[in-house]
């Protein structure tokens, strides 16, 4: 397999000391994947060009810095080479300790994975959301109680890893901890991605997963049908923190968009769009993929009501948001008040954007997908295994055309 690779040099300019000095810090992207690399050196940014990745000028501190930085780019390629003249494979997480000298604690699993942790920390913002980070905290957390569960330890060598062991934490997460199939799995593959790590490094000789299969069962995804998305519309709500909840949970059936997005938003988050309507762009939370959503008359109206919102213009915010446990915690209220006996959650928004919104009205596929910033069709196709009434009208629509064939047919005949 070919390997892409680039260097650069940059400034972190969030990060400038008290002389006004900010850090540069060297990118190295392999086949997509990026590492940030302190160069330990810190400069004036005026007298940066970000364009040659170097310091401006040609003045003795110049040229030592640069050559330093010339150095290290030098010393890089030299461990790329290193690696593919070994037959062993170019990947980020192998290269950084050796550009940094950094050995990773490759004798047991725990460690292996608190080192893995440590760095997705270190990348968040970057390359990772906190939540991503949040989700490997929590599988650290499970191996380690099922370590004390099953084995009685605090930890395992890696050498000690095999088919048994997965097929261990398996039972494990649905017994003890009593988690349904597609939960236990996302666990089970946060692990395999971890023992990767080993594997490129050759601390482990053979894959214990190799003869395990992470199958996931199809789930069915909640949402309100267009007479329950009306009665919570329509409904009239005397209590303010009610009534506000209810209006950005609307905003997100007819935006699609999640929490995490939501909460974010801010006034320059709307733009003028191609077709010279008000458009939401933003790069979703969870998957830092790009969503285009034009502003549908009711999402607008929300807009518009909470402008001026005291609470949404002193936290530079275009709504005024509270915590997601609280608006769930409204939202079960808002369920009672409208009759409605589903468990109403914030994110059952999103599933309605998808569903009732726009696959139930013939919006394309590719189209609702692209909205929700899904990075695969594939998990867009979920949702429209459950719009069985989009199905239903379209056959009804088909029967009526065969119908009018056949009697044309017939008066002709």
């Known amino acids: 397999m070919k390997v892409s690779t680039s260097i650069l040099f940059y400034l972190r300019l969030s990060r400038t000391n008290k002389a006004g000095e900010s850090p540069i810090y060297m990118r190295v992207t392999v086949n997509g994947i990026r590492i940030d690399i302190s160069a330990n050196r810190f400069i004036q940014p005026a007298r940066w060009s970000s364009q040659q990745n170097a310091m401006k000028g040609s003045s003795e501190a110049a040229r030592t810095l640069n050559t330093y930085l010339s150095t290290l780019e030098n010393k890089v390629l030299?461990?790329?080479?290193?690696?593919?003249?070994?037959?062993?494979?170019?990947?980020?997480?192998?290269?950084?300790?050796?550009?940094?000298?950094?050995?990773?604690?490759?004798?047991?699993?725990?460690?292996?994975?608190?080192y893995h942790n440590d760095q997705m920390k270190a990348l968040i913002g970057i390359d990772f959301a906190i939540a991503t980070y949040k989700k490997y905290t929590y599988t650290y957390n499970k191996i380690e109680a099922y370590l004390q569960h099953t084995f009685k330890k605090n930890d395992i060598p890696l050498k000690d890893?095999?088919?048994?062991?997965?097929?261990?934490?398996?039972f494990y997460l649905k017994t003890t901890d009593s988690l349904d199939n597609n939960t236990a799995m996302k666990y089970i593959k946060n692990l395999h991605k971890v023992i990767r790590i080993a594997l490129r490094n050759e601390w482990i000789s053979r894959d214990p997963f190799a003869n395990f299969k992470c199958t996931l069962h199809e789930t069915n995804r909640t949402f309100l049908t267009q007479s329950e998305l009306d009665a919570i519309i329509t409904k009239d709500f005397t209590i303010t923190r009610i009534a506000q909840v209810r209006d950005i949970f609307v905003f997100s059936c007819f935006t699609g968009l999640a929490y995490a997005d939501i909460e974010k938003l801010t006034p320059n988050d709307i733009t003028i769009g191609i077709d010279g309507g008000r458009w939401i762009t933003i790069f979703r939370q969870k998957t830092d993929t790009r969503s285009s959503i034009p502003l549908l008359p009711e999402a607008l109206q929300i807009v518009e009501k909470y402008k001026d919102d005291p609470v949404a213009v002193s936290n530079g915010k275009l709504l005024p948001v509270i915590s997601n446990q609280k608006m769930n915690s409204y939202l079960k209220e808002i369920a009672d008040i409208c009759g409605i006996t589903k468990t109403l959650t914030y994110h059952m928004s999103r599933h309605t954007f998808a569903t009732t919104v726009t696959l139930s009205n013939g919006v394309p596929m590719e189209t609702v997908s692209r909205m929700l910033?899904?990075?695969?069709?594939?998990?867009?196709?979920?949702?429209?295994?459950?719009?069985?009434?989009?199905?239903?009208?379209d056959m009804q629509m088909l029967k009526t055309v065969l119908q009018s064939k056949v009697k044309k047919e017939a008066v002709a005949v």
């Open 161 to 170: 890893l095999n088919h048994a062991f997965v097929t261990g934490l398996e």
């Open 373 to 393: 910033g899904h990075s695969s069709i594939k998990t867009t196709q979920i949702y429209s295994k459950v719009v069985d009434s989009k199905v239903s009208d």
């Open 78 to 114: 030299k461990q790329i080479n290193n690696l593919e003249i070994q037959g062993l494979e170019v990947a980020a997480d192998v290269l950084k300790p050796l550009i940094t000298g950094k050995s990773i604690p490759a004798h047991t699993l725990l460690t292996l994975f608190q």
